[in-house]
């Protein structure tokens, strides 16, 4: 972490926030760059010991909130264009958004790693989703790059459209990709839908009519009186 600041500082200068090299500048858009961080992964650390346990419940309900989280995430960093006074918290709870989303992300990828490995190569199925993942990084970046050179540059209302119109895509694919994705785990949901057709389907037993009775006679009782 300490190498990391001096690292960050000295990025800043050599992409040229400092004006001279004597300046503060680059050292304290570090620490503040830092800080950010530091506080994103204390709010990764809580809501891990508290939600960890539910990545496993229901993973591609989970993997569908990452993308939610990562595009609020993302969403956030672009306020503080709009809010630089707010930057470090805005930062930090995108920092939060998006290490959850990744850690979701990550815990799910292995779940669903293990179920496509049918004959037991999860090690090349684990190898091959990393590389489609490689792949799929490089070309959102060359896309972004493109949208930012070509169309966005310093327009707050563009950046904004432009940011809608990639994160509608990611979420429609994402969610489409996980309709294909067959698991052969209960989730809440399938278990409610199992329930509720076994009891559709299946009739209650009822308990049986108390035997037949005859009814009370209507003569009238007599009595003999014995002497």
Known sequence: SANYVLATSALLAAVGVSASAASALPLSAAITWVLKDGLGSVGMMLVAGRFAAQFDADPKAAKWRAELLASAG??????????PLWFLPLASLANVLKGIAGMASGA???YFNRNFALRDNLGEVTAKAAGQGIAA???GMGVGIAVS?????ESPAAQLLAFAALAAVNLVAS?????HLTLPTLNAQRLHLLIYDYLAH???P??????????????????????
């Open 202 to 204: 299946v009739p209650v």
């Open 108 to 110: 799910t990828r292995a």
């Open 74 to 83: 993302v969403a956030l960093e672009l306020a503080t264009a709009a809010f």
């Open 206 to 227: 009822v308990a049986p009519p108390p035997p037949h009775q005859p009814p009370p006679s209507a003569e009238p009782v007599r009595y003999e009186v014995l002497t």
């Open 137 to 139: 990084y490089l070309l």
């Open 149 to 153: 050179t070509l169309w966005v540059q």
């Open 175 to 179: 969610y489409r990709s996980l309709l």
